[in-house]
């Protein structure tokens, strides 16, 4: 178990040596620069700028400095805002994409594997038409237009809800359900597809030969094999939840980390896309790695070991 | 040796889109304490199907119950509700599954599935019932049965999984153990320990055993008595000498011939020709006449009665109709030297 937690951490820097490579090369490539406006400066003004930052070193210079700054987690200042650091606006902005974040998901997880395990259960009956219906919605209605949907019904007419902004927990609901809806709509489906092809197969009849109920059967029985597939959804849920944030924050008014990284493109602020994405990768990284141990706890066949990975 | 089980005029269909399939039709047999029942017959002669039917673990709908009983300890398990069939599976009645690599949950240990019916029918404890697992395990042969019952499925073998599989069945002491197919999905020599196994245990436990199979060396070494099937009906039975050594039933012959054994020097195995007929649209006479080479006219449009051959032995045939020819039943299906049971 060690053995492989460690493997993966070497996995793990690798693969963020790869990521932070390709961002610079790739930030390098995009034409324009941080100091570029419609302002035009005057050039003894933007080469000192350019001193002022390094930007005036040979690029395997540049490359090198960066590298080692990401590593040691030091991103340096932001570029188009003066005065803050890179890690200042990360704590600053992360709490709130964080709690989004698990709120969608607890979301999308609980509710998605309920209707799936329904729509299953109730194979080609109502309640699997229902589900399903929600399910075909919940894939078919961008996450953009679900917000506007939401807002307008939850904070405009009703008035139940804020419509935007991010002060108490009131205020989270919404976006998080609006981040929620697709991924909620594709494990319901992922979970019935899985569940129905457990609920066929010969474990299920030995456990209903040996007198267990309808619902034993499929809880303690169906629901554990059946879930495979969700788990290892997972990775890639948090992915989207994450990189699907900014959408959602900037129609709620949410100064989230979702936010922070776009816009740090559109301003070529080498140093904060350089910050977001690193703490974007080692954050997708990590919950990779939970996610496979996970798998383990789920499915004994899987074992964790060093030798030769997952077998 | 008293009645346990009386099956009467049997039918099941199931409902599917291209018509009604008549899976099963006018099944009667009955079954005494200790004995033990194999149902012969090639795939798509409605043996599984009547198997599973005993516990009601055919799917219904689609499938449904057309006519006829199941006495089962003077109970008709067809109008049992499904509440009720909960407490007799498991507990009065339970089943062996052919391929044990999927029939045991993966992600249980063996334990659990094993103390899982013993918790719901003899209100057992936790710790009562792990206990009672590991007699079992030991009762079906494993090593180590202390170590072994924390373990899951993946770590067992095939023939340990399939004698742990016999032990979750005889958890709560069945009246009634129906096999189906429990050797099919084995080695040959792993076949033998298991056919051993379920013996001796008949021999302790005094439960009775329908045993569903296509292999007549399993029915030589293991059955009582044999009913054979086809078409959806038991065209012959007789206890297990009586069918190897005077077969009366043209389908048996074949079945008998299709044996390959080790002393003959054929070089060809012998197979029926044909294929069994369709249920959707089952035949109005014997099920067999397609393929049998003594077909006569009757036969394609009467289903011939039972003629009872000896006092234990039916056959649904209508050479044994006393204007039929003589015929005699072919060499190859006289057997030698197989070793019965019985």
């Known amino acids: 178990m060690a053995r492989y937690l460690l493997k993966r951490l070497v996995y793990i820097v690798v693969s963020l040596f790869l990521i932070v490579t390709i961002t610079f090369f790739l930030m390098q490539a995009a034409p324009g620069g941080p100091f570029a406006s419609e302002k035009k400066l005057t050039p003894a003004i933007e080469a000192q700028m350019n001193e002022a930052y390094g930007l005036d070193e040979p690029l395997h210079v540049q490359y090198m400095n960066y590298v080692v700054n990401a590593f040691s987690f030091d991103f340096g200042p932001s570029f188009k805002y003066v005065g803050q650091d890179v890690t200042d606006i990360i704590a600053r902005s992360f709490p709130y994409s964080l709690i989004l974040g698990l709120e969608a998901i607890f979301i999308a997880l609980s509710i998605g594997v309920l209707l799936g395990v329904v729509a299953a259960v109730k194979h080609n009956k109502f309640g699997d038409y229902t589900a399903m219906v929600i399910a075909v919605l919940g894939i078919s209605v961008p996450s953009f237009i679900m917000a506007t949907i939401l807002q307008y019904i939850f904070a405009i007419k009703l008035g139940a809800l804020p419509v935007g902004r991010f002060d108490t927990f009131w205020h989270s609901i919404l976006p998080a359900v609006a981040l929620a809806t697709t991924p909620l709509a594709f494990i319901a489906r992922l979970m019935r597809s899985s569940m129905l092809e457990v609920l066929n197969s010969d474990y299920i009849k030995t456990a209903k030969s040996k007198g267990m109920s309808q619902k034993v059967v499929t809880y303690k029985h169906g629901l554990r094999n059946a879930i495979l597939p969700v788990v290892s959804y997972l990775g890639p849920l948090v992915v989207s939840i994450l990189t699907g944030s900014f959408i959602i924050e900037s129609i709620f008014g949410i100064p989230g980390l979702g936010s922070e990284f776009v816009q740090s493109v559109t301003n070529r602020d080498y140093t904060v896309i350089m910050g977001t994405t690193v703490f974007f990768s080692v954050l997708l990284l990590i919950s990779i790695l939970i996610v496979d141990l996970l798998y383990g706890l789920v499915d004994p066949r899987i074992k964790v070991t060093g030798k030769g990975g997952k077998s | ?342």
């Open chain 2, 1 to 342: 040796m008293s009645k346990i089980l009386e099956v009467k005029d049997l039918s099941i269909a199931f409902e599917t889109y291209g018509g009604e399939v008549q899976a099963v039709r006018g099944v009667e047999f009955d079954l005494h304490e200790q004995e033990t029942l194999a149902i012969v017959g090639e795939s798509g002669s409605g043996k599984s199907v009547t198997a599973q039917s005993l516990m009601r673990l055919t799917p219904m709908p689609p499938g449904k119950f057309t006519s006829g009983s199941i006495m089962f300890n003077g109970e008709n398990l067809v109008d049992k509700s499904d509440k009720q069939m909960e407490e007799i599976r498991g507990r009065d009645i339970s089943m062996i599954f052919q391929d044990p690599m999927t029939s045991l949950n993966p992600t249980m240990t063996v334990g659990k599935q094993i103390a899982e019916g013993l918790i719901k029918h003899q209100n057992m404890s936790k710790k009562a019932a792990h206990n009672r697992g590991v007699e079992l395990l030991k009762l079906v042969g494993i090593p180590n049965p202390e170590t072994r019952i924390n373990q899951y499925p993946h770590q067992y073998s095939g023939g340990m999984r399939q004698r742990a599989m016999i032990a979750i069945a005889l958890a709560c002491d069945p009246k009634l153990l129906i096999a189906d197919e429990p050797t099919t999905a084995l080695d040959v020599t792993i076949q033998a320990q298991i056919l051993d196994l379920m013996r001796e245990i008949q021999k302790k436990t005094g439960t009775a055993i329908i045993l569903i199979t296509h292999d007549l060396g399993v029915v030589a070494n293991a059955a009582s008595r044999v009913a054979v099937m086809y078409g959806g009906k038991i065209v012959e039975t007789g206890n297990v000498d009586e069918i190897f050594y005077q077969p009366k039933h043209p389908y048996t012959w074949g079945l008998l011939s299709s044996m390959p054994s080790l002393d003959s020097k054929e070089e060809e195995l012998e197979a029926i020709p044909g294929s069994p007929p369709d249920l959707k649209d089952p035949p109005k006479g014997c099920p067999f006449v397609t393929r049998c080479p003594y077909a006569m006219k009757v036969c394609e449009n009467h289903m011939p009665e039972y003629t009872d051959v000896s006092a234990t032995q039916k056959t649904a045939c209508w050479l044994l109709d006393e204007r039929a020819p003589d015929v005699e039943p072919p060499q190859s299906a006289r057997v030698e030297g197989v070793k019965t049971h019985a």
